[in-house]
Nanobody, 121 residues
Framework: QVQLVESGGRLVQAGGSLRLSCAAS????????MAWFRQAAGKEREFVAA????????YYADSVKGRFTISRDNAKNTVYLQMNSLKAEDTAVYYC??????????????WGQGTQVTVSS
């Protein structure tokens, strides 16, 4: 089992920046690819970004490319999502996920509880 705990979500003004963190425990962190998804009110959960086990490969949704950066620190068992130039449409609950293989689909075995990001315009 892998436990994931997100943090860092808060209210921020449009154009601002925010960094989300996801701390993992339970299994060796470096075994797992990690990803961020988000779900806005009344919408389906969508892919945001993913990173492979080593951090050598990253993937982004078109809507966040150039604004968001995913990274990981395997020594700290943590994955990050740096979000810049935030827009109102980035408002959502952000979830981190983990699985052995990296994918941009939702086929991740382990999920966190989510952290709310609200961008005011």
């Amino acid at each position: 089992q892998v436990q994931l705990v997100e943090s860092g979500g808060r209210l921020v003004q449009a154009g601002g920046s925010l960094r989300l963190s996801c701390a993992a425990s339970g299994r060796p962190f470096s075994w797992y690819a990690m990803a961020w998804f988000r779900q806005a009110a009344g919408k389906e959960r969508e892919f945001v970004a993913a990173i492979n086990y080593s951090g050598g490969s990253t993937y982004y949704a078109d809507s966040v490319k150039g604004r968001f950066t995913i990274s990981r620190d395997n020594a700290k068992n943590t994955v990050y999502l740096q979000m810049n130039s935030l827009k109102a449409e980035d408002t959502a609950v952000y979830y981190c996920a983990a699985d052995k293989g990296v994918t941009t689909t939702q086929r991740y075995r382990y999920w966190g509880q989510g952290t709310q990001v609200t961008v005011s315009s």
